[in-house]
């Protein structure tokens, strides 16, 4: 059973398509450089600063602007994955990103739930990811490991600051756990981009320079995007997804300024655009790497 990459329909090389999920945008600080305006305005600027399609937004507009538009759900059961899958095909979505479970399903609930997705996206033929996520089926490294070697045509959302921070990578043997994750980096075919320390999931980067969590960062998106190459096909694409959330819901950093009012540390659109370069670069990297073996 073949489970379908996102494509575009063309015989273009492989590539890598820097989106923006919009709860980046989300409240943000009046001091923030992104864009203002009307639906259009925005998905047009965001447009002018090199970002290919959003996850959220007016397909419509996106449409119309040449952006791509993905969407997302949640699945707590067999069942609930198709109709979310025709669902968001119809509307004219290129791909799904999904929440699955609470974490307190057994192998033998997390296996029907998983068929029950992986069959979805194949009868449709609508890309469905299962996102690394606390407080789902994957909230641990080793069970969701163990999920993908029972359900091999699984395809991932990698979300990787709730494992990095959440289960503390960097105590022990940290590359050891990227090649434990080696199932894991095969099969990404999204990414959720969100980097964080040890302590926090979501930080201030700077300039994506000097800091060894970024280099972390650098190292599991560069296997993704290696993971993703290794069998993509013409037309297909990996979306790449800058998803920085606001204060509000605990993810966004705060600081008291110097008259006491607390503020963000940092524009979280402007680091999403660094990210991007991050990306692109991480993306070139995997070229490099795979021409390298294959020399």
Not at 171 to 188: C, H, S, T
Not at 205 to 229: A, K, N, P
Request: glycine share 10%; aromatic share 10%; net charge negative.
């Amino acid at each position: 059973m073949h489970t379908p990459n996102t494509n575009d329909g063309t015989n273009c090389e492989p590539y890598l398509r820097t989106d923006l999920n919009l709860g980046t945008l989300g409240e943000l600080p009046d001091w923030s450089t992104a864009p203002r305006g009307d639906a259009r305005e925005v998905a047009a600027a965001l447009k002018a600063a090199g970002f290919m399609g959003t996850q959220g937004g007016d397909i419509a507009i996106n449409r119309e602007l040449g952006l791509g538009t993905t969407g997302g759900g949640r699945v707590n059961r067999p069942g609930e994955a198709g109709p979310i899958a025709k669902s968001l095909k119809e509307k004219g979505y290129d791909a799904a990103t999904l929440h699955v479970g609470w974490g307190m399903e057994s192998d033998a609930e997390i296996d029907a739930i998983v068929a029950d997705i992986v069959a979805a996206t194949v009868e449709h033929d609508f890309p469905l990811y299962i996102e690394t996520h606390r407080a789902t089926i994957t909230q641990d490294i080793q069970r969701t490991v163990a999920m993908i070697e029972r359900n091999p045509g699984v395809r991932i959302n990698g979300d990787f600051s709730h494992w990095y921070t959440g289960l503390e990578m960097v105590y022990g043997d940290f590359l050891g756990k990227l090649d434990f994750l080696a199932p894991v980096f095969e099969r990404v075919r999204f990414l959720h981009a969100r980097i964080g320390n040890p302590g926090c999931m979501q930080v201030d980067i700077g300039d994506g320079t000097g800091r060894t969590y970024v280099d972390h960062f650098r190292e599991m998106w560069t296997r993704s995007f290696m993971g993703f190459l290794r069998s993509a096909e013409p037309g297909d694409y990996i979306s790449f997804n800058p998803e920085l959330l606001p204060s509000r819901i605990y993810y966004a950093r705060v600081f008291p300024d110097p008259d006491g009012a607390l503020r963000e540390e940092c524009d979280r659109y402007e680091q999403a655009i660094l990210y991007s370069q991050i990306a692109r670069d991480c993306f070139a990297d995997a070229q490099r790497r795979l021409s390298s073996v294959d020399g």
